[in-house]
């Protein structure tokens, strides 16, 4: 079992920053990739940003330029550094580990953290 604790949410007004981490615990063998995923009101859930074993990063169009994710590999930590956020940005925040599993993978997922960004 793997367990994700997501912290740094909160409220921010528009053109703020915010620091999101995700701290992984139990079996956290054989990780393929850890990320963040968010989801507004009304939305379906979507990738914000990824980064992958040997350290590739995937961002979504949308937050290039302004979030960089980065990670604490020995702490199994991943960070989330958002800057000039938007009211659009608003959603609650959900941290992922992808971890190879044969023949598959499996997903463990975060309980999630509100961002809230005011304009």
């Known amino acids: 079992q793997v367990q994700l604790v997501e912290s740094g949410g909160g409220l921010v007004q528009a053109g703020g920053s915010l620091r999101l981490s995700c701290a992984a615990s139990g079996n956290t063998t054989n990780i393929n990739s850890m990320g963040w995923h968010r989801q507004a009101p009304g939305k379906q859930r979507e990738l914000v940003a990824a980064l992958d074993a040997v350290g590739n990063t995937h961002y979504a169009d949308s937050v290039k330029g302004r979030f960089t994710i980065s990670g604490h590999s020995a702490k199994r930590t991943v960070y989330l550094q958002m800057n000039n956020l938007r009211p659009e940005d608003t959603a609650v925040y959900y941290c992922?580990?992808?971890?190879?599993?044969?023949?598959?993978?499996?997903?463990?997922w975060g309980q999630g953290t509100q961002v809230t960004v005011s304009s």
């Open positions: 992922l580990m992808v971890r190879r599993v044969r023949p598959g993978v499996q997903n463990s």
